[in-house]
């Protein structure tokens, strides 16, 4: 018996085999994920609600501020608020013209995350599709990052742009001449409906071939839909079906790849969503002010950053106290009508709500209200569809889901609340991770220790 003992314990040291290792989670993000998808079997989450009956679940999670998806996505990964991880909003504060540009690059994070941590504990990580990881420590990545069009002719190109940032770099052709196929001439892109499906045999193939210990999936055609059609349409409903479906493609994939009896899923998304009508632009009333001048936008003082429910005020000198007050003053002075459309966060209650701490000012929108980044034209426009962005605190239709089950979970736990935060510390604990948070692990979440 001893000697049985001690071969297996020096087979699974030759052979790279722990207890870590035996382990796998698979984290899936579907953008603009809303509770009542799940737990509402008439939206069609065939598959999620399987999961669900076996595992655990929130009946809803508070998000990041703003409700947006790279600071959202950052926060998964990372368990802090965009106040300390950096990811503040989805596009850089560009008041000298919007480039078009996203906060693709990891480097941009100011905190350790799943990724980092993985990495020094020697487990293999995988990435599709996930926000914020171009440059990341990922062992297997297809980052989200899109090709900017030269001219009004080119389109944007999100899947050439992930197979020239893929690591290893020749992944992507690996993937493409194994899982998916090739790539007509304009690539792909969230416009299409085959976009879910295809980065989930993306992420299928990755898990079968390299079976990593952690890998994460982010797919984004719900989100696409809900901002055309708003928080319900027939777009929308095939969406939440082709991402049930898509998680089906990942549950399958594991099972094929002998890793279901370690292997835990957790589905997650970065927010909910709101119907608008109307758009309200700050910045006109600042060129009004005399503190933005469009034409001559080098001599700005003030800008505010949109962020769809929220914006933010910034100030070209942070010691301006002078612009500062003529920006209260004016938003003071706003029709009585324009005021009831949001409310104004000062710099405590933006701490508070642990936003960018760089900026002054924060509006929140009240639901069906929204922010625009222009400066000219009328104060006021028609707005249609959905969007997000708001203060995570102010209603629950912005919250996004959570569901749990595999190895580890606890069955029929349910989470009245929880914050986006919370994810990473369950990631780490079944990863066995040292990754310090300011989330919450919830222990009830957990199944007991087999005896």
Known sequence: MIKK??????????????????????????????????????????????????????EGVRGSFPTVTYPSHTTIVSGVLPAKH????????????????WFWYYKDIKVPTIWTAAKDAGLKTAGVSWPVTVGAPIDYNLPEYVILPKDK??????????????????????????????????GASIDFYTSDQNKSRMAAYILKRYKPSFLALHIALLDHFEHEQGRDGDKVRSAVVGADVAIKTIVDAVEAAGM???????????????????????????????????????NWKAYFQQSGGSSFLHLKDPKDKASLE???????????????MFHVLDKEALTKAQG???AFIALAANQGFSFGAAATGEMLAPASGGTHGYLPTDFKEIQTGFVAFGKGIKTGTVIPLMGQEDIAPLIAK?????????????????APAKK
Request: charged content about 20%; hydrophobic content about 35%; proline content about 5%.
């Open 5 to 58: 003992f001690c071969f297996l314990a020096l087979a699974c040291l030759f052979f790279g085999y722990t207890s870590a290792q035996e382990q796998h989670v698979v984290l899936i993000s579907i953008d603009g994920l809303r509770p009542e998808f799940y737990l509402d079997p008439q939206w069609g989450m065939v598959n999620v609600r399987q999961g669900m009956a076996k595992g655990s679940y929130a």
């Open 86 to 101: 950096g990811i503040y909003y989805n596009t850089p504060v560009e008041p000298l013209g919007i480039s078009g540009k």
């Open 153 to 186: 002719g080119e389109k944007k190109d999100e899947i050439k742009a992930m197979s020239q940032e893929s690591n290893p770099k020749e992944l992507f052709k690996e993937i493409e001449d194994n899982a998916i196929g090739k790539f007509g001439e304009f």
């Open 260 to 298: 279901s009896k370690n292997t835990t899923f957790i589905i997650t998304g970065d927010h909910g969503f709101v119907d608008i009508h109307t758009q309200f632009k700050p910045n006109v009333m600042l060129a009004q002010l005399g503190l933005y001048d469009d034409a001559n936008k080098e």
């Open 326 to 340: 003529i920006v209260r003053q004016g938003l003071s002075k706003l029709p009585e009508g324009i005021q009831r």
């Open 356 to 358: 960018d701490p760089n």
């Open 430 to 446: 079944l990863l066995n991770l040292n990754l310090k948070t300011d989330g919450v692990l919830y222990p009830g979440l957990l």
